[in-house]
């Protein structure tokens, strides 16, 4: 309690006049600010998920794979490289466009997880390949 108690202290010291309040922005334009640099050094996020989910990934047979929020196509280039059909879903545009180029044999489509754009059993077709 103590220590809670000095950080609010220093909200109202030297520390909590050096802030700026900006405001709430979507997450499209959110990642769009952020996806030229998501995938650098600086996002801890990344050392701390990838090797989990690589860890996952190497457990699953080689098939159909959905990247759901695939952003910039870390996880769908590591399917990809593993031989699974990939398709990626994303509500970022920015986003969409890192994850085409990073893996061009993958489809990619634009949409968010509450209503992902491809119906259970539905295959997506994607010039000569097909994905289930």
Do not use: K
């Amino acid at each position: 309690m103590a220590e809670i108690q000095m950080l609010l202290d220093l909200r109202a010291g030297p520390l909590g006049s050096e802030g700026e309040e900006l405001g709430r922005i979507g997450t499209v334009d959110g990642y769009r600010a952020w996806a030229s640099t998501y995938d650098s050094d600086d996002n801890p996020l990344i050392a701390v998920e990838e090797p989990i989910v690589r860890q996952i990934v190497d457990g699953l047979p080689v098939g159909s794979a959905l990247d759901a929020a695939c952003g910039t196509g870390r996880h769908a280039a590591y399917l990809a490289a593993r031989g699974h059909r990939v398709v990626g879903v994303d509500s970022s545009p920015d986003m969409l466009a890192y994850a085409r180029a990073r893996v061009p044999q993958a489809a990619f489509l634009a949409g968010d997880l509450r209503t992902l754009p491809l119906a259970d059993g539905i295959a997506h077709r994607r010039g000569p390949q097909t994905w289930i």
